[in-house]
Structures are given as C-alpha cells and as structure tokens.
C-alpha cells in the first residue's frame, strides 16, 4: 500500500520556489529515503537466522510404509 506521503520523492518542485527550499525538500526526501533503506536492512538482520539457531517446532520426520 503506498500511502500519498510516500509518493512525494516523484512530484516535481515547481519552478517558482527558490532554490534553498528546493535544496532542503530534496535533503529531507534523501534523508527520508536513505532512512528507509537502513530500516529494511535492519529488519532483514533482525528476521535473518542466525547460525546453530534452533527452532521451536522441529518438524517430524515421516516414515513412508
């Protein structure tokens, strides 16, 4: 689901803004992006196993008859 904030970093900056806010929109946009990319990152260590991790439920094996 991509809410409408997110879609921000795609609209274009009219020509009639100066140029410092143009250049601090676009430094919270990387910020913002940036952010992201290093919480996706650390969700995918934190989900990631570990080695020697055991689980819970080991599933049984089935002897086929």
Known sequence: MTLLSQDLSRERIPATVPDELVARVRALRRARREAQTRASRVRRVLLA???????????????HA
């Open 49 to 63: 196993p570990t080695a020697g991790e055991t689980y819970a439920h080991v599933p049984e094996r089935r002897q």
